[in-house]
């Protein structure tokens, strides 16, 4: 277990992270900086970290400015799956917040 002053997570794990969240599901983070990012004007967005604070996004917007975006972690993430559980859990309400029908949970 890292102590409170180390990074929760590897270089590698938060580079496993961003690199399949920005690969396999972009929309995802759209829709979780528009709806929980303060970003509601965005037009892209990609994950470019996470740490014990939470999830953080690069979100563009329209106009080519890009604006950092920090989605908190709903408690405390010391764990790689336990990133999993947190990004989901945005992705459902970003989508409830947004009015979107959310993919089903085994297509995650």
Known sequence: MPSAASPPFTPDVVAAVTAHMNA???ED???IVRALGGCADAVSANLVGVDAEGAHFAAEQADGAVQEAVVAWSGPVTERAAIRHEVVRMYQ??????GVEPRAAEEH
């Open 29 to 31: 983070n759209l829709l």
């Open 93 to 98: 309400e970003a989508c409830a917040a947004l």
């Open 24 to 26: 396999d599901h972009p």
